[in-house]
Structure formats: structure tokens, C-alpha cells
């Protein structure tokens, strides 16, 4: 289905086209992920893979939009009531409504954000989007190599380690194979930070027997995204929690998301995604 029309999509109507090194015979998380949001930079076979993981989990896009929320409100807390003025936002994905550069920019405009993500789709329709801001920048690398990220000239430019840090990794982790060394890499990333900065991470949970139907549910949702992405572990909480290493959890620790700090008036749809899709956010001393 690719071809090698040179385009920058404006939606499904260019399905069938595409822009340089965008493969759209082959699905993308960012795409997929787009895909539940409402989004329209997506190709028809994102929305294949979309549309299987809707048979397994109807609330699939509740879950994209309570990540979402999260990361609103996690970013909102960070530079309103924590003071951070610089975020590295790892596997940022494509932008969509309430980007970390918009909250944060929205408590103080001279905020600096760097959005890391390797997916070239990414990095054409972030640069696309945040042409005109040069306190952000949007660039192409890989979270498994973790030296690539730090050592980029354009985080050398905008983020001073010297100073607090948001590291913000929202859905990504659970794309680290574990044979990738998850672990390995959220300890590189934590050892980077300087004291006073924050580590926030949402990822797909597995919770095991204490809830059998939803464990069920985990491994499906597992098989598939792993037989069409390539990727996607859900993980038991003592794996997730490994992720933070000494660093302190902030209340209430790591829950569902909707669970983390909600707004009064949200409205919290549980589904048979809400105790498969936990986050947390925790303060470097
Ligand atoms: C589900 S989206 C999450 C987007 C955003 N962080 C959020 O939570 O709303 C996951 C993103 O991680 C990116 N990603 C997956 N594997 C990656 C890797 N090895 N390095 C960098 N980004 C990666 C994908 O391209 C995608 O944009």
C-alpha cells in the first residue's frame, strides 16, 4: 500500500499517500494511538489494528483519553504547584489537544519542552505544529537508546540538567521489550535528573489474579498489540514501581489514572481498561 508520493497527510482521504519515510503498509503505535484519540493522522491500517482492539476492549479510546488527562493534570501540577520550567516529554506521540507544551507554556511561556519520539510521523507533524515556538522542539530518537537523548544537541540547547527537570514518559515504557532493559533505561533517565526533578510514567498493567477477568483481558490485549506492533508488555505493579527507583511517589501513588489527582467535575468512565492502565509521578530529593 505505500507508495512513494511525497505528502504530508492532511487525514484519511490521503491514505494512500505518504510522507518521506512514512511506511503506511505497516501500522504505528503514534497512529493507532491517534486513531483512539479521534484523531486524523492515521492510515487505514492503523485503524485495522484499531478496530481488533476494539473488539477486545470497547473502551480502548476512554483509556487514550484518560492518558491523556493525566498528562494534563500531572503537567499542570508540575508547573503550577512544583515550579518546573523545563520537560523532556519521551514517546510524545502526535500532536493532539492539551500537549505538554500548551499546559506548561499556558503557567509560564518561557518554559522549554523537548519532545523526543521515534516515529518520523512525529517529528514532521510536531514540526509542523510548533514552528513558531522557540522555547520547544520536537526531535527523532530512540527511548532504548537513552545516551542519543541526553547527549542531542537540541536537549543540550534547551535543557539545563543543572536545574529540575519533568521527565515525562506516558505510554512508552510499555513499549520496551523486556529483553530492551526497561529497567536499565528508566534508571539512566532517572540518574540524568538532577535533584528536585520529577518523573512522571503512565503504563499498561496487568494486575494479576486478584483480578482474573481483567488479567484475561491484559493478555489478550498483550497478544494482539505484540502480533501487530511489534511491541506493548503489561506489567505487574511491582514492575511498574521498579520504574521510579528511589525516587519518592507522590499521593497517591501509582493507580488507575483516573485515580491520580482528578479534577472534581471529571467524569471517569470504568471500563474494562481502568485497572490495566495505571501512572505516577515521583520527586527526585
Ligand atoms: C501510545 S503513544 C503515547 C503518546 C503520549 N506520550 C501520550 O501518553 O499521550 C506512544 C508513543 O511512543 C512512541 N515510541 C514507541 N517506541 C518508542 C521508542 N523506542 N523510542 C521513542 N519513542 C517510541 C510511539 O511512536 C508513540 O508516539
Not at 485495522?48 to 493534570?73: C, Y
Not at 540518574?191 to 482474573?212: R, V
Not at 498483550?222 to 514501581?241: A, H, P
Amino acid at each position: 500500500m505505500a507508495d512513494d508520493d511525497q505528502h504530508v497527510s492532511e487525514g484519511p482521504a490521503d491514505d494512500e499517500r505518504a510522507i518521506p519515510r512514512i511506511d503506511t503498509s505497516k501500522p504505528s503505535i503514534a497512529r493507532v494511538y491517534d486513531f483512539f484519540l479521534g484523531g486524523k493522522d492515521n492510515y487505514a491500517i492503523d485503524r485495522q489494528v484499531g478496530e481488533a482492539t476494539l473488539r477486545i476492549a470497547p473502551d480502548a479510546p476512554a483509556a487514550g483519553r484518560s492518558n491523556r488527562a493525566f498528562l494534563r493534570r500531572v503537567v499542570r501540577h508540575l508547573a503550577a504547584e512544583a515550579g518546573i520550567r523545563q520537560f523532556l516529554d519521551i514517546g510524545s506521540g502526535l500532536p493532539t489537544q492539551g500537549n505538554v507544551h500548551e499546559v506548561a507554556q499556558g503557567v509560564d511561556p518561557a518554559t522549554r519542552v523537548v519532545y523526543v519520539d521515534n516515529d518520523p510521523i512525529v517529528l514532521v507533524h510536531g514540526r509542523a505544529l510548533l514552528a513558531t515556538n522557540g522555547s520547544t522542539t520536537v526531535i527523532e530518537a530512540d527511548v532504548r537508546d537513552p545516551e542519543s537523548i541526553l547527549n542531542h544537541p537540541a536537549v543540550e540547547a534547551l535543557i539545563d540538567f543543572d536545574q529540575p527537570v519533568g521527565l515525562l514518559m506516558f505510554a512508552i515504557l510499555h513499549h520496551v521489550n523486556d529483553d530492551e532493559d526497561p529497567q536499565g533505561i528508566a534508571a539512566r533517565f532517572r540518574e540524568a535528573l538532577p535533584s528536585g526533578s520529577y518523573m512522571a510514567l503512565s503504563h499498561f498493567h496487568n494486575p494479576g489474579p486478584a483480578m482474573p477477568e481483567v488479567s484475561a483481558q491484559a493478555s489478550t490485549a498483550e497478544k494482539l498489540f505484540n502480533e501487530n506492533l511489534g511491541t506493548g508488555r503489561w506489567r505487574t505493579r511491582d514492575e511498574i514501581l521498579s520504574y521510579f527507583g528511589d525516587l519518592r511517589l507522590l499521593d497517591p501513588g501509582l493507580v488507575p489514572l483516573a485515580e491520580w489527582r482528578p479534577d472534581p467535575d471529571a467524569i471517569v468512565e470504568r471500563g474494562i481498561t481502568y485497572h490495566t492502565f495505571v501512572g505516577g509521578v515521583a520527586h527526585k530529593p
